[in-house]
Structures are given as C-alpha cells and as structure tokens.
C-alpha cells in the first residue's frame, strides 16, 4: 500500500485512540486528541492514571479499548510504544500510526510481521487532519 492509502485505511476506523495522551495542552499527546475532536472524530485518550482528558473519559490500557476502537496514535517514548503495538494486536486494532520520536525499528517490525497496517514515516497525523491551536 502507498502511504495515502495506509493513512486512509487508517482514518476509516469508526473510533480511535490516542496512546500517551496527556492533559497538558502543550503536548503532542494532547494536541493529537484535539486534533481528533477538532475533525468530529471519536476519540478515547489512552492513560493509565489519568480519569478524563479533554472532557473524555480515559482508558487505563490498549487492552480496555472497546471494540470499535480499530485505529491508534502512539505518542509514546519508543521502547512504550513497543509494548503498545503488541497490546494492540491481542485487542484486534488493525491501524497503528507512531507519531514522530514514537516509533523504534522493532515496534515497526512487530506491526508488518503481524500484518498491521502501520504509519511510522514521520508522517504526522496533526498535519495530514489539519490541526489548529484553538
């Protein structure tokens, strides 16, 4: 697949998660979940103390995602994100973008060796949905 069709195949998903999101606004792990929200997408923030960020309620794990959930943003450091990814396939999620200073060799590896579709270009989901600083 070309990266335009990962990147499509990765935004039909009916709801999506952000992984590393964070309650401070100067964060990517928070400008990526408004950035979901600011495009009327439905968005659950991964966190695992946190209770609600952005006015959405927190999941503690990639494991507690509903099941609808098919495609997730990794803002995470890369040695997290290679735990993540393998949380990911167990749970079924099929689209996994690692934004920028996310993603490490093995993470991207685990992903194709398990047939996910993976974004892990430097290709940032802020720029490709349009992200505005409200």
């Known amino acids: 697949m070309t990266n335009e069709e990962k990147i499509g195949q990765?935004?039909?998903?009916?709801?999506?998660?952000?992984?590393g999101?964070?309650?401070?606004?100067?964060?990517?792990?928070?400008?990526?979940l408004r950035c979901f929200q600011q495009n009327e997408r439905t968005v659950i923030p991964v966190h695992?103390?946190?209770?609600?960020?952005?006015a959405v309620d927190c999941v503690a794990s990639v494991a507690?995602?509903?099941?609808d959930v098919q495609s997730?943003?990794?803002?995470?450091?890369?040695?997290?994100?290679?735990?993540v990814v393998e949380q990911a396939?167990?749970?079924g999620i099929k689209n996994i973008w690692?934004?920028?200073?996310?993603?490490?060799?093995?993470?991207?590896?685990?992903c194709e060796e398990q047939g996910l579709n993976v974004i892990a270009d430097g290709s940032c989901v802020l720029v490709v949905l349009g992200y505005h600083e409200h």
Request: aromatic residues 6%; proline residues 11%; without cysteine.
């Open 72 to 83: 997730i943003s990794v803002i995470t450091p890369p040695q997290i994100t290679e735990k």
């Open 21 to 32: 999101a964070s309650t401070n606004r100067d964060k990517y792990g928070n400008k990526v």
């Open 98 to 110: 690692m934004q920028p200073g996310a993603e490490s060799p093995a993470a991207v590896q685990y």
């Open 64 to 67: 507690e995602l509903p099941a």
């Open 89 to 91: 396939a167990v749970k």
């Open 10 to 19: 990765f935004l039909a998903s009916p709801v999506f998660a952000v992984v």
């Open 48 to 54: 695992p103390k946190e209770v609600q960020i952005e």
